[in-house]
Each structure stands twice: as structure tokens, then as C-alpha cells.
């Protein structure tokens, strides 16, 4: 597995829009907390750019990617923000130059499309934190700020165990899993399935997190992972605590958990700090984890840099 070099000072952070427009002062504040962190910015052409309710075309966006993927001074890209098309992307990346220079690549929400791309592609790690708008405000919580940076600047003792222990619902129980760890916004996710940019599921641990969407809409989305065959290739399944989703009366999350996997024996764990959520966890798509089911725990088992 190729690895990229872990953010020293100094290093470049590369900053571009792979979906919704981003406001510049947003982009200048983004600018402004890695700079006052010690570190070089360098913002791709097309940040700012709007084309009806994306950053640019496919095309323009694609080749902010592509510039800042062959520079290399540039170690660790992070996207602006999330919103709606970086699935546009994936035929136009450059993923032999990313396997080439193994470098950071930085998001979630409509992003995490991107970086399971990238990894299924190249098996080159990425990172699943907080977008560069939460950097550039003060949405950053001290919590996500803490377990941002040490997956990407420090040589982790492994296993790493994830601050999340006391929070695990064990919505199934069972032999501890491990496998690489693939996942993110599960309506984005979803676009995935059935292509050849699809991550490679079997034997995987897969994270799943919502944000604003009905319960019923949940249980839709989670039956097409069934039915694809998803369900049926990994080992088990982490699923985020839900952002301002309408439950339903009847069914709670766990419950619809329950009965959509009805026919697998993988653990199942819910309600852990991992994406929309303000507090959240940073995890490295890609490398190895164990889900412990005895004493719950979520543990990484591989480092996403050297």
C-alpha cells in the first residue's frame, strides 16, 4: 500500500472545491488557520469559481485536482467544502500521479466519494475530517480538532483506539472484525455501487453517517446496499450518529439496522462522533481496523503515513 509522507512544518496544504461553490472569505480563513499552524498554502485556481450550483465544470474542477495532485510540493490536498457533485470527478483524476507522489487527501460529506475513489483506484489512504470550511470558522470543535491531527501529523502508536469506547452502541455483537476501512455520507457513497470506482468491499470494515434525511429515506439507501451485495462482502459495519435526520416513530436507527442486515453475522456498531456530527472522530480510509465487540472499541491497526 502506498503511503504518503505524514504534514511537517513547512509542508504545502493544497485547497480546492470538488462540489459546491465556496465563499472567499471562507477560503481566506481556511487560508489563515494553516498558516498560522506553521504551514504553506496553495489555493487552486478554481476555488471560487460558480457554475450554477457547483465550483466550476467537471473539467475546471478536475484539473484544480489534477494541478495539485502533480505538484510536489503540495503534501496534503483538503476540500473546501462538501455540498453536490465531486462524483463528477472521478472519470477526470489523475490517479496514477496520486500513486506516483502518495499525498493526503482531505474531506467528507459529497468529497468522501472521492476519496473512496482514490483509495479503491490506488489503495493510497485518505482522510475522512472535517472539510476546510470547518478549519476557516469556528465550527471546529476542540474535540475534531484533536483527533485531526495526530492521524495526519504524527507517527501513531498502533493500535490507535479512537476516543469513542464509552459512546459505542453494539447494535450486534459477535467475534471482533478487522479489515481496511472504506465508508463516509451514505447517500454519496451510494453513488459507488456497480461502478468501477466502487471500493473494494469484500472483507472490509464499512462506515456509514447521515446528515438530514428521514428515516424512511435511510432505510431505501440501506436496502440498495443489500440488495448489491455490499452487505454480503464485508465484516463489519460502523454507523455514525445521525445529524438532523427525522426518525420514524415506530423504528429507531438500531432497529432499522437490525433488520435491513438481518442475514449477516458482521458486528454493528452505532452512535459513534464520525462525520456531520460537530464533535467527530478523523479516520484514514484505507488501512486496517478492528472493531472490538468484547470491550467495545474501534482501533486502527495501520498507520495512513510514514
Known amino acids: 500500500m502506498p503511503i504518503p ?5 513547512g509542508d504545502t496544504i493544497g485547497i480546492l472545491s470538488t462540489s459546491s461553490p465556496t465563499e472567499p472569505k ?4 481556511i487560508k489563515v488557520y494553516f498558516e498560522q499552524k506553521g ?21 475546471t474542477r478536475a484539473d484544480d485536482f ?8 503540495v503534501r496534503m490536498i483538503v476540500t473546501a467544502m462538501g455540498g453536490t457533485g465531486a462524483a463528477h470527478l472521478l472519470p477526470l483524476i489523475d490517479y496514477e500521479a496520486l500513486s506516483n507522489d502518495p499525498k493526503m487527501v482531505v474531506g467528507l460529506s459529497d468529497p468522501s466519494v472521492v476519496l473512496n475513489a482514490i483509495t479503491g483506484v490506488t489503495d493510497v489512504p485518505t482522510i475522512h475530517g472535517p472539510n476546510g ?12 480538532e484533536e483527533n485531526f491531527w495526530p492521524i495526519v501529523s ?12 464509552n459512546e459505542i452502541k453494539v447494535v450486534r455483537g459477535g467475534a471482533p472484525a478487522e479489515g481496511r476501512l472504506y465508508g463516509g455520507h451514505i447517500s454519496t457513497i451510494q453513488s459507488l455501487i456497480g461502478t468501477r470506482w466502487a471500493p473494494k468491499w469484500k472483507d472490509s470494515i464499512l ?9 424512511q429515506g435511510l432505510d431505501r439507501v440501506l436496502t440498495h446496499f443489500k440488495l448489491a451485495g455490499v452487505f454480503a462482502s464485508i465484516k463489519g459495519l460502523i454507523f455514525g450518529q445521525p445529524v438532523e435526520c427525522e426518525p420514524v416513530e415506530a423504528e429507531t436507527l438500531e432497529d432499522i439496522l437490525l433488520r435491513v442486515c438481518a442475514d449477516y453475522d458482521f458486528p454493528i456498531f452505532s452512535n459513534i462522533r464520525i462525520g456531520h456530527t460537530d464533535d467527530k472522530i478523523t479516520v484514514p480510509i484505507g488501512c486496517r481496523v478492528r472493531q472490538n465487540t468484547t470491550e467495545p472499541s474501534f482501533e486502527l491497526l495501520e498507520s495512513p503515513t510514514c
Do not use: W
Request: glycine share 4%.
Open 39 to 59: 504551514f504553506s498554502t496553495r489555493v487552486a485556481p478554481n476555488t471560487l469559481a460558480c457554475y450554477g450550483f457547483l465550483a466550476g465544470t467537471p473539467q
Open 5 to 9: 509522507k505524514r504534514l511537517r512544518p
Open 154 to 165: 504524527q507517527n501513531l502508536e498502533l493500535p490507535h483506539i479512537f476516543p469513542v469506547s
Open 66 to 73: 489534477n494541478l495539485m495532485l502533480h505538484d510536489p510540493e
Open 207 to 215: 462506515f456509514l453517517e447521515e446528515v438530514d434525511i428521514k428515516f
Open 26 to 29: 471562507a477560503v481566506d480563513r
Open 133 to 144: 470550511v470547518e478549519f476557516g470558522y469556528d465550527e471546529l470543535t476542540p474535540y475534531a
